[in-house]
């Protein structure tokens, strides 16, 4: 979170079209925090996309869009590829090696207890190559935990997996950071009684 993936991802399509070049945006429809299929960055630019629901099989997908369009699709731009399944990024692997399409993924690493996404860990075991975007802690360390924030500011601990938000129920930290906050509240929890 924070590293403006999303704004990357927007800017790579807006290139891709001043070029002529065929890409469809796509986002899993678990993401609610937009009510319409758009992908939608912080900084307020957007762009309208494609649901991938549960149950999409990616590669069949891409056959349909490529019999509709014509044509081959040269690129695949998947926002918040952490909630995908490892099916289905074995389906984008597909598109890749049969078609000779490009996809790039963007997403989260692990969730806010540090684990990794079901999508994220199959992207790391199959991916042609793996880029990371940083982003700075307020110390001043490069950020790798998206800790969940409560409402008075304490890091949630416990919970599901996915709970969509934004700045409001996230904060990118450094390790260091998260395990320091986590210990202070973990002493603050436990104060002696007298």
């Given at each position: 979170?924070?590293?403006?993936?999303?704004?990357?991802?927007?800017?790579?399509?807006?290139?891709?079209?001043?070029?002529?070049?065929?890409?469809?945006?796509?986002?899993?429809?678990?993401?609610?925090?937009?009510?319409?299929?758009?992908?939608?960055?912080?900084?307020?630019?957007?762009?309208?996309c494609k649901?991938?629901?549960?149950?999409?099989?990616?590669?069949?997908?891409?056959?349909?869009?490529?019999?509709?369009?014509?044509?081959?699709?040269?690129?695949?731009?998947?926002?918040e590829a952490?909630?995908?399944?490892?099916?289905?990024?074995?389906?984008?692997?597909?598109?890749?090696?049969?078609?000779?399409?490009?996809?790039?993924?963007?997403?989260?690493?692990?969730?806010?207890?540090?684990?990794?996404?079901?999508?994220?860990?199959?992207?790391?075991?199959?991916?042609?190559?793996?880029?990371?975007?940083?982003?700075?802690?307020?110390?001043?360390?490069?950020?790798?935990?998206?800790?969940?924030?409560?409402?008075?500011?304490?890091?949630?601990?416990?919970?599901?997996?996915?709970?969509?938000?934004?700045?409001?129920?996230?904060?990118?930290?450094?390790?260091?950071?998260?395990?320091?906050?986590?210990?202070?509240?973990?002493?603050?929890?436990?104060?002696?009684?007298?």
């Open positions: 979170m924070g590293s403006a993936k999303t704004a990357l991802l927007l800017t790579t399509a807006y290139n891709f079209e001043e070029r002529g070049m065929r890409y469809v945006c796509l986002k899993p429809v678990v993401d609610t925090r937009e009510k319409i299929n758009v992908i939608r960055s912080r900084i307020g630019i957007e762009r309208e649901w991938i629901h549960a149950d999409t099989d990616l590669y069949m997908l891409a056959q349909d869009l490529f019999e509709q369009s014509m044509c081959v699709i040269d690129w695949f731009l998947i926002d952490q909630f995908l399944t490892s099916a289905q990024v074995d389906q984008l692997a597909r598109v890749v090696d049969d078609y000779g399409s490009n996809v790039i993924c963007y997403g989260l690493r692990t969730d806010f207890q540090t684990h990794l996404f079901e999508g994220s860990k199959r992207l790391f075991e199959i991916a042609d190559t793996i880029d990371e975007i940083k982003s700075t802690c307020t110390c001043g360390r490069k950020t790798i935990v998206n800790a969940r924030i409560g409402a008075n500011g304490d890091f949630v601990t416990e919970g599901a997996q996915v709970e969509i938000g934004g700045d409001d129920r996230y904060i990118s930290v450094c390790r260091r950071c998260w395990r320091n906050k986590r210990i202070e509240q973990a002493t603050k929890n436990t104060l002696p009684l007298i």
